[in-house]
């Protein structure tokens, strides 16, 4: 299932859809000269152009990124009750020549790092990381390991789960092992709403610590909206998140999952 939600976000991208339509749109042609053959094409082109506009789904972007605000570790968290914060995975890519920090991607570095704030900040905290990937329990063992000393962090603050394959069983693992603690959810903002949602189906009454914003929600006074609509690979690359953010939210209201 995992592997075919991969496949399935690639398929997403409009550099992809345009290379489909384009590539069967030209091995037509070649064929039989037609009209059809002439649509593909052009639907190919007009795919990429299209998809490559950031501005086309900026705002919807920038509303679901804070659909839950940044935390405010005074006032959303109790000082007198324990919390579990659960820093959401991304791919580790074990490889012993490169220092543990450089193992992970900067999408991890965020969530990580929004976890140790808030370990900091509130005395009464432990950390439950999901390392994904397919390296074995034992280098993402080493690895959180060499993060914790890198961070500074009380291992007996700190637990890991190695086996998660997605947001449900990582749900599934906070909801067998979180001991009537605050259950602060750490993940990219892009990913928070669907995140929040299928730990509230679990019955774990959570709290949103998003992370990783790509937008400032004030904007800034410098900012120009023009550049939005010159295609570019940031508009590929923002659509595709846009895109696939919308159609996993839709999969989960369907299978749970």
Known sequence: METLKLIFASLLSPLVISLMCQTLGWIIWLRRKSRFSIGLIFAGTFALVIGSLSGLTHEQRLSLEYTHPPLDIATDLRPDKPVLGVVLGTGFNSDPELPANCQVSSTFHARLLEGVRIYRSHPQTRLLVSIAGDADAAKKQQFIKQMMELLQLDPSRVAIFTDAKSTSDEAEEVSKLQKGEQVVVITSAS?????????????????????????????????????????????????????????AMLWHAVSGE
């Open 191 to 247: 990913h928070m709403v669907r995140a929040f949602r299928i730990f509230e189906d679990k019955h774990l009454s959570p709290i949103a610590a998003p992370a990783e914003f790509a937008f400032t929600h004030s904007g800034s006074p410098d900012e120009k909206i023009w550049p939005r609509w010159i295609p570019s690979t940031d508009g590929i690359n923002g659509n595709q998140q846009w895109l696939y953010e919308r159609v």
